[in-house]
């Protein structure tokens, strides 16, 4: 623009597990001065409140009697991102294999869906410089006209062995397993699966570094920014 004030650009990543988006995001909005949020923390947050209040994850009834319940607050600073259900940092609970393994079920409920899509569309619309989303549907359904869509995709065996890594010599076939189950869980469900859009931009991470990922991301934002 003239005056040099950049618009705010909104970038959506998406993907399966363990393809690099929270990596990526992250580092992309830090380099670009851009807002970030990390849409699976919310849904891992309000996953952790239903395990947590004794909800029964296999009712999607009695899920949705209950989503609109908890606060879910997410900090959108890529230098320290944060979350909190009702005034409790859950940023460790949320990661733990109980979480991970009912979060699929929970996030599949439209209620939830609803609910959640809310939260992250007033995030977007209140960053001021713009704001990298990361999750599954954020192409497809939460903003669908997102300046730039990047859909990221891996390897079975490089997204497994990466999220090995960082379950400290979890068994790599038992990661490998679970992770192809909650894959399907997430792309087969009605509301808004994990899918690309048919304006993203796919980006293969098997055979990239980090670094390389992120690169590929700042140019292509970069180029967006561009051609406006
Ligand atoms: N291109 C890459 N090459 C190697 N390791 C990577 C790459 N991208 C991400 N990682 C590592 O893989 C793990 C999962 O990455 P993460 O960003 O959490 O993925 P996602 O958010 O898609 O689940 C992290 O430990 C991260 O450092
Ligand atoms: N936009 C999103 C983001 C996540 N989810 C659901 C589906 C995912 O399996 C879980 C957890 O997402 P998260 O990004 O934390 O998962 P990983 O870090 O890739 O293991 O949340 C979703 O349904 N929609």
Not at 27 to 53: E, F, H
Not at 69 to 90: N, Q, R, W, Y
């Amino acid at each position: 623009m003239e005056n040099g004030a950049a618009q705010p650009v909104i970038v959506a990543i998406d993907g399966p597990s363990g393809t690099g988006k929270s990596s990526t995001s992250k580092a992309v909005a830090a380099r670009l001065g851009l807002s970030y949020l990390d849409t699976g923390a919310q849904y891992r947050a309000i996953t952790w409140w239903m395990v947590t209040n004794g909800i029964d994850v296999e009712d999607p009834t009695a899920i949705a009697a209950v989503a609109g319940k908890p606060e879910i607050l997410s900090g959108t600073d890529p230098a320290a991102p944060t979350i909190m259900v009702d005034g409790v940092d859950v940023a460790g609970p949320i990661r733990t294999q109980e979480v991970t393994s009912k979060v699929s079920a929970v996030s599949a409920v439209p209620e939830v869906r609803s609910r959640i899509t809310e939260l992250q569309r007033s995030l977007a619309a209140g960053a001021e410089q713009g704001i990298v989303v990361e999750g599954r549907d954020i192409g497809t359904t939460v903003l669908p006209d997102a300046d730039l869509k990047v859909f990221l995709t891996a390897s079975p065996e490089a997204r497994a062995a990466r999220r090995s890594g960082e379950l400290k010599g979890a068994d790599l076939h038992s990661t490998r397993e679970a992770l192809i189950k909650r894959d399907a869980a997430d792309s087969s469900r009605k509301t808004s699966p994990l899918a690309k859009a048919g304006d993203a931009v796919e980006v293969d991470t098997t055979e990239l570094t980090l670094t390389q990922v992120i690169e590929r991301v700042v140019t292509l934002v970069e180029e967006n920014r561009a051609a406006k």
